[in-house]
């Protein structure tokens, strides 16, 4: 009778996710180029209490769990969820929007869209849109801009912690060369941001980030502030823009000219930490690359926007041979797709136009465990080691007419492997091949 009910009890606690498992094991990080895959043909997950339990061949995990109810995904692909390091939550509206580069384009576009979400309704249903988006694409994890407004920054974690996803966003600080209704005291973006911190950070699975919108639009006192308040909450996150484009590069020389370079700038107010995460890095110099190194920061590649915005081609091969930590991440709305996947297809033209092969596990590493570990999250997520948070995506290879057509040539040719499949995934998927998203093991999203 009492090995009945543990039985029963097991049940109800766990579940097995069949299907083809693939993630990167620990050891990746000696490079990050070249991650060490492991892979199971007839895999399975056991998931419990939103965490992995084991990883293993089906067979052998259904011998040890023969009552455990089970998840069919049998010919998909589970892989841990995408990890978006840069991204705008208010920007969502105006993706797409025609004909500018970066500064013109905030003036135009982004400003005016931001100045709605004063209204705290107005912000949570953009924030329930933006996240029912990134689920759709795949995507459970998020560091993303919000606006000045405290109420946009309330909307978006009340939002993720009604998914018990990870989010990881906070006040933009602006107090110059913006749009006057967007301007901010400096001493109330302190106080609110404190508040702010108080009221979300290590909440359930929000983190939150220090969140100067770049340089130029913060002053010296506003940064230095900002800095303050990192070193007051020193396992906060910093997320910035660095060197997306050559205008706002001269910008700065003009706004700083005591500085060095751009960096400098961050540097001197204390928000060049190993838990900042800077955006595009595109027009970096060697002293500036070898400086991020040294701290331990990380620069997240945005492919699709600075394609969009004309901003440059990021050096991902110079940037990793420098020792700097390198992720993939969207920046809607410069950015032109919620998807990860179409990103990466993206990132790979980028590099290819520099001479470098972005190869598949290097691509789906720098958006899963790579991107984890930049955050300092690989202990929590980012692969499928027992006892990491369960979340993963599930993905089918085959939904179009020409995906199913180059499988069944790689079957024909006998040369369909893991990294096949996944590299036609890197080219030619989107949110078509998403065929459900799990959040702590439950599931948040599902094709249709």
Known sequence: MQNRKLLEKMKDMFKIIRGEIFDFLAESELDASQPVPRFFSEGALVVSAGKVEEIGYYNNIREKYPDVPCEQYSGKLIVPAFIDTHIHYPQIEIIGSFGCQLVDWLKHYAFPAEKSFKDPVYARALAELFVQELFKNGTASCMAFSTVHKEAVDALFEVASGYNMRMITGLVWMNRHGDAALMDDTKNAYRETRELIERWHKKGRNLYAITPRFAISCDEASL?????????????????????????????????????????????????????????????????????????????????SNLFLGSGLFGLKRTHEAGVQITIATDVGGGTSFSLLRTLGEAYKVQQLQKYALKPFEAFYRITLGAARALHLDHLMGNFDPGKEADFVVLDGAVTTLQKLRLEFLNRTHSLDVESLLFGLQITGDDRNVVATHVMGEKVYVRF
């Open 224 to 304: 230095e502030l900002q800095g303050k308040l990192h070193s007051e909450f020193p396992d906060t996150y910093v997320q910035t823009h660095l060197s997306e484009n050559d205008q706002e590069v001269q910008m700065i020389r003009t706004l700083f000219p005591e500085a060095e370079d751009y960096l400098e700038v961050y540097e001197k107010a204390g928000l060049v930490t190993n838990r900042a995460i800077f955006a595009h890095g595109i027009h970096l110099s060697d002293s500036e690359l070898e400086r991020l190194a040294k701290t331990g920061a990380s620069i997240a590649h945005c492919p699709t």
